[in-house]
């Protein structure tokens, strides 16, 4: 914040949006390379999610969906269970941002087995270098010590481990849930997880009656090249945890998908006390809630997963002479070798002049465009970042 707020600096303003372009205070124009941190799937600016917002605004805007419903999350609700192949997931639960979507599937799952006969499950099981949110819970499933704020002690009872090998090896029984970013953890860098692991992870928590939780905020709707990443390996979880692109980009808005195993675990008497206490004054937000059924209109009408694949192939050959180059879909990455931890932000603030937005994480630059991206603009967006790391590479 020193530096932001430092009288010789100007921060970058953001006015305006239309497909994959981004217009800031000036009118200077940028690509927008990281679909506004891993969120817009269709452009900004899109006809058909505006008008279906707009549409609900002449309706109501926000209701309470704590003991009330209404027409756009039954609907939506239907429309996601329905995206998941084998039928096996048939509950919806909403909340309003990544983090709540995974907080909700980990209290289910710790609840579910303490008034289920298995009180002792009360152990998670995440992964080395994982991001799961900042919310205290889902913070404690982290497996990167920065992102975790003041201390490491706090929340859920948490083993790590590296791999699947290193899991078999521990005792099953206290194990409630394992959680895992299927084939690739974002804020690790973009570190891609070997073929075939999620599908042996699924064969040990099914042998073992263990709820799998997959955290897809980043991988869902379309990033990877199919609509969820588990479908790579044909893997259905007990908990699927979906936001970021859920509403094209647009609201923010949240679901956790769960079988009916799990939903009838928490039936019974309100004197028996098996209710699940979870609830966000915006959960299932109509507006939300219109913008994600236009958001997946969009895919269905535009045929948006059957025109990845020319793109992923572009967007691979154009950056794969690129350092520590790594692909997962629409999902690019490259990093920089270098004892400057600080190289990754000043080779995103060059690109800015060559018209492209993107984030570092350290030294790791990403390139995760909208969907909507043309070949073009995927051209230009991998030419600007060429021109931003030869320009800070010949810097003194």
């Not at 109501?60 to 609700?77: D, K, M, N, Q």
């Not at 289910?108 to 152990?123: C, E, S, V, Y």
Request: glycine content about 10%; charged content about 20%.
């Amino acid at each position: 914040m020193r530096q932001w707020c430092a009288e010789d600096h100007t921060p970058l303003m953001l006015v305006e949006g239309h497909g994959c372009t981004l217009r800031d205070q000036f009118g200077n124009e940028y690509l927008d390379g990281n679909a506004s941190i891993w969120t817009n799937a269709h452009g900004h600016n899109h006809p058909a999610i505006n008008a279906a917002i707009t549409a609900q605004l002449g309706k109501v805007a926000h209701t309470s969906f704590l003991g009330f419903t209404h027409e756009p999350a039954i609907r939506l609700a239907k429309e996601l269970v329905d995206l998941v192949p084998g039928g096996r997931l048939t509950r919806a639960f909403f909340t309003d941002n990544g983090s709540t979507a995974i907080e909700s599937a980990v209290r289910m799952a710790l609840q579910f087995w303490k008034q289920n006969g298995r009180p002792q499950r009360d152990t998670l099981v995440a992964f080395d270098r994982a991001y799961h949110g900042d919310t205290l819970g889902a913070a404690s499933l982290g497996g990167i010590p920065l992102f975790k704020g003041s201390g490491n002690d706090f929340g859920y009872r948490v083993v790590t481990v590296s791999s699947v090998e290193e899991l078999a090896a521990l005792d099953a029984d206290p194990i409630a849930a394992v959680i895992i970013e299927p084939l690739i953890q974002g804020a690790a860098g973009m570190r891609l997880w070997p073929k075939g692991m999620l599908k042996a992870l699924d064969a040990w928590r099914q042998a073992h009656d263990v709820f799998l939780i997959l955290d897809e905020v980043m991988t869902g709707f379309g990033r990877t090249g199919r609509m969820f990443a588990c479908e790579h390996e044909d893997v259905v979880p007990d908990f699927l945890c979906l936001a970021k692109g859920l509403t094209g980009g647009y609201l923010p808005l949240a679901v956790t998908l769960t079988s009916e195993r799990v939903f009838e675990g928490f039936l019974g008497e309100p004197h028996e006390g098996r209710t699940f206490f979870y609830g966000h004054s915006y959960a299932g937000s109509q507006l939300g809630c219109a913008a994600a059924l236009a958001s997946l209109r969009v895919f269905r009408e535009d045929r948006v997963l059957e025109q990845l694949p020319a793109k992923i192939t572009r967007l691979g050959e154009l950056m794969a002479s690129l350092p520590g180059f790594r692909q997962c879909g629409m999902i690019a990455a490259m990093t920089v070798d270098s004892p400057d931890l600080t190289v990754g932000a000043k080779i995103c603030l060059a690109a800015r002049k060559h018209g492209l937005l993107t984030r570092p994480i350290g030294n790791t630059l990403v390139l995760m465009p909208p969907l909507c991206v043309t070949l073009n603009e995927i051209e230009r967006m991998v030419a600007a970042l060429r021109a931003a790391l030869a320009e800070v590479s010949a810097a003194p």
